[in-house]
């Protein structure tokens, strides 16, 4: 894989994704432990992936490179025997388990939040101070 972030999550599997619905306002804080995933699991999820996609799996820069300038529309993915091989060569899929759910409702008429978490089979939720 190309992008520095696979290897740093190798190191460190500790991950958090964060979701916002500003037509709502809820925020989602989600931490957990992520796994690479290569093998029939990214096969099946690469051939979801539209052609036009494989250029951004094929580009001479890896995700999160540094450019020098604006980037311009990526070009078409080199010739190759089968591009779909050589776009899927640089993905995978990232497995995160999710361990806590932080849930923030910011309701105009006071914010609520709560605290979600899981171990194993055992599951607890708490309402904490916003």
């Known amino acids: 894989m190309r992008s520095g972030k696979v290897e740093e999550l190798a190191d460190n599997p500790h991950a958090e994704l964060v979701f916002f619905d500003p037509r709502k306002l809820v925020q989602l804080r989600c931490a957990g ?68 759910v932080d849930a923030l409702d910011l309701r105009r008429d006071g914010h609520r939040r709560a605290r979600l978490s899981w171990s194993g089979d055992a599951a607890s939720a708490v309402w904490i101070a916003p």
């Open 33 to 100: 432990s992520a796994e690479t995933l290569t093998g029939p699991h990214a096969q099946a999820a690469f051939s979801l992936a539209p052609q036009r996609t494989y250029a951004d799996y094929t580009s001479d820069a890896a995700p999160g490179a540094t450019l020098s300038d604006a980037p311009e529309p990526p070009p078409p993915p080199p010739a190759a025997d089968d591009p779909a091989a050589a776009a899927a060569a640089n993905f995978c899929v990232l497995q995160i388990r999710v361990g806590v």
